[in-house]
């Protein structure tokens, strides 16, 4: 799906062009989003990349209380892979962080939810795969991405003095979840690949071409077509490696890019929408520059006070 969203700025210059932000959607989906932002600087670029790895607040699993544990895997690796299974709260704005909780961090319902497990391998020899879906929640709009393999219970027949016997293995726990930001533990990070690329801008000069093809040849990602005339297929597939502007020995290719536009790749870990994920390190991004024009209004008023 492709479409085509335009949003101006709030009066400001979007770039050293002065032309306003602009946004366009390449491809949309639950898990993943594709766009292209243009007018921007490259700090900004990278600022909204950032946000969206350390500042977008989520629910991850910060303490596990193994109660039983006869599985293969150690209680610390047990742990950690509870701590990397995304949780989808549709709540999450009800939730606040543990230190800025009433409970002082003690624990209560506004500042974290509880898991519980309780897994056996068969009764009879063979084995089964435990899943993130048999974590039961304390809270119904919170819930794990399912399907997220856990650990793996074996059951094996043993002989005790002649007599024939199953050895059973078992898992028992209680998982606490609370929120947190990328920027403190990789385990609250949203997005599992949030990255870009500067627009590339690809320019032939026809008068120099003589359709000779070795650039359509070279073009590892085969976006050249030579006919009547070289075109490109599509400029956003373009990895600028030059490798055509290199092979062509009369200059009749050129390839750069807009150092203002960029196309954006960010992929969700299932805790939100892909799109949600994107508004709200936007919106994070704000809070940040609004903090800081308070910050620097007060020194500035300070400073005239003293003058």
């Not at 209560?108 to 020899?125: D, I, K, N, R, Y």
Request: proline content about 4%; aromatic content about 6%; glycine content about 6%.
């Amino acid at each position: 799906m492709t479409a085509r969203d335009r949003r101006a700025g709030s009066g400001e210059e979007g770039s050293e062009r002065g032309a306003a932000m602009e946004v366009e959607i390449l491809e949309l989906t639950d898990m993943e989003v594709k766009f292209i932002l243009r007018g921007v600087e490259p700090s900004f670029a990278n600022a909204l990349r950032r946000a969206m790895l350390t500042e977008v607040p989520k629910l991850a699993i910060d303490e596990v209380n193994i109660y039983e544990n006869t599985s293969p895997l150690f209680d610390e690796i047990l742990a950690l892979r509870l701590a990397l299974i995304p949780l989808r709260a549709e709540n999450i704005d009800e939730f606040v962080f543990p230190e800025e909780c009433e409970c002082k961090g003690e624990g209560c319902g506004f500042c974290q939810v509880s898991f519980t497990l309780s897994a056996q391998s068969p009764e009879s020899v063979g084995e089964r795969v435990v899943y993130s879906d048999e974590l039961i929640s304390s809270d119904e709009k919170v819930r794990p991405y399912p399907n997220i393999p856990i650990v793996k219970l074996i059951s094996r027949e043993t002989r005790i003095n002649g007599i024939k016997t199953i050895s059973r293995q078992s898992v028992m726990l209680e998982a606490i979840a609370r929120l947190g930001v990328g920027k403190k533990h990789a385990k609250w990070q949203p997005a599992t690949v949030c990255g870009y690329k500067n627009l590339p801008v690809i320019e032939i000069d026809e008068k120099k071409c003589d359709l000779c093809g070795k650039c359509v040849e070279e073009c590892p990602k085969q976006i050249l077509e030579a006919t009547t005339v070289l075109r490109v297929k599509d400029e956003k597939l373009c990895s600028l490696c030059k490798l055509c502007e290199d092979v062509c020995d009369r200059d009749a290719i050129k390839v750069s890019y807009d150092k203002n536009s960029f196309i954006f790749n960010v992929e969700s870990d299932g805790s939100y929408d892909a799109w949600e994920l994107v508004l709200r390190a936007a919106r994070a991004l704000r809070g940040k520059y609004v903090k800081l024009a308070v910050v620097v209004a007060e020194v500035a008023e300070r400073t005239k006070a003293l003058a």
